[in-house]
Nanobody
């Protein structure tokens, strides 16, 4: 059973950067498609980015974060990280990572499992 733990959230000003990390235990994350999601107060959970299994193809981003966020693997640390640049107040949310149940690249939360506990990101001046 793979367990995921998110870290790296915090309070930052608009325009700042943060790097979130999704650490896996119990198995190698390179074997899984990993997604990052976020949920703001009063809103549904939404997909942010997803990366495919190692050597099987690429990454996918929500339109709202395209060009600002980058998802990548740190295999030596068994993590999938999310580099977030030029943060905006509307990026404020709890950010979660999860594993796609069928190994596909997707942004639909219902297709994912093994959710972490989340890390809070707040963007405010």
């Amino acid at each position: 059973q793979v367990q995921l733990v998110e870290s790296g959230g915090g309070l930052v000003q608009p325009g700042a950067s943060l790097r979130l990390s999704c650490a896996g235990s119990g198995s190698t994350l390179a074997n899984y498609a990993i997604g990052w999601f976020r949920q703001a107060p009063g809103k549904e959970r939404e997909g942010v980015s997803c990366i495919g299994k190692m050597n099987t193809g690429g990454a996918y981003y929500a339109t709202a974060v395209q060009g600002r966020f980058t998802i990548f693997r740190e295999n030596a640390k068994n993590t999938v990280d999310l580099q977030m640049n030029n943060l905006k107040p509307e990026d404020t949310a709890i950010y979660y990572c999860a594993i796609h149940r069928s190994g596909w690249v997707s942004l639909f939360p219902a297709e994912f499992g093994s959710w972490g506990q989340g890390t809070q990101v707040t963007v405010s001046s």
